[in-house]
């Protein structure tokens, strides 16, 4: 699993929390980002899920986060965490394919070797992992749609996974169309956590963003919930596209959800 910390702009995740918690800022941004998983072991099998983090917000004394994204790819998940958790999930379709990118590796001798024609440069290819996430919905128009990019690392690479650890995630939920009231909940966490080279992402492209606006605009009408869930989607889309500072690797996980606690109707 891969926890990627952004600097978010605060009017962006103030538009995606609710109005009575008060944010966390410095300077006009917070902390959002992403939580990237695979579950290889749960109550509803081995999916894939991938968390957007609008921002955090203050829970005296302390602080807590705030999803407003939720993908997963698989149905049961996507039912547990709406109806149980108050989480905004929805179904979506992850891809994933590793890409080979060459490097030229240049020897101390390659400044000689070059002037008279030899060149002394080795390729060595780098391999990254592409993984496209897709949200499924019945209207094909504004989906969310996300590529993350990372490097896998060397066959049988003998690097530290990090210490291990203990701690407490906890998050505010709810508010959404299948749990309306607002809900606090903890994520127990032990895993080895390291520092890595944060993932690079890439929005769609400018061929799907054409598309999608002259399918809408065959369409006149649209509720006032579609249009809300449209404005959710891309503005988490812009917190995925914020600037990086951070990015935490989970190796040896193994994740408890506590059930939540009702704060209020």
């Known amino acids: 699993a891969l926890y990627q910390l952004h600097l978010v702009r605060s009017e962006v995740a103030r538009a995606l929390i609710p109005r009575e918690f008060r944010l966390v800022e410095a300077f006009g941004y917070t902390l959002g980002g992403f939580f990237l998983a695979n579950y290889d072991d749960s109550p509803a099998g081995v999916f894939d899920e991938l968390v957007v983090i609008a921002g955090i917000v203050w829970n005296p004394p302390t602080s807590c986060a705030w999803a407003s994204k939720v993908l997963v790819n698989s149905s049961e998940a996507c039912l547990h965490g709406r109806k149980d958790v108050g989480l905004p999930s929805d179904v979506a379709h992850f891809s ?14 390659s400044g000689i070797l070059n002037m008279i024609g030899i060149s002394s440069s080795i390729a060595s290819p780098k391999f990254h992992l592409d993984t496209e996430v897709t949200e499924i919905k019945a209207s094909a128009d504004n989906v969310f749609r996300i590529n993350l990019l990372s490097t896998v690392p060397k066959e049988n690479s003998k690097a530290w996974l990090g210490p ?4 407490t995630l906890p998050s505010f939920s709810g508010r959404t169309e299948y749990n309306p009231t607002l809900l606090k909940y903890s994520c127990q966490v032990e895993s ?8 690079q992402i890439f929005g769609p492209s400018a061929t799907d963003q054409t598309g999608s606006e002259d399918l809408s605009s065959n369409f006149v009408y649209h509720s006032a919930a579609q249009e809300a869930t449209e404005k959710r989607s891309s503005l988490s889309l812009a917190v995925m596209l914020s600037k990086p500072i951070l990015a935490l690797e989970f190796n040896c996980l193994n994740m408890n959800v506590e059930a939540p606690l ?3 109707q």
């Open 192 to 199: 080895r956590v390291r520092i890595v080279q944060p993932l």
């Open 164 to 167: 291990s650890i203990k701690m």
């Open 262 to 264: 009702v704060i209020s």
């Open 96 to 109: 994933k394919r590793i890409t080979a990118k060459t490097r030229q590796m240049v020897t101390s001798r």
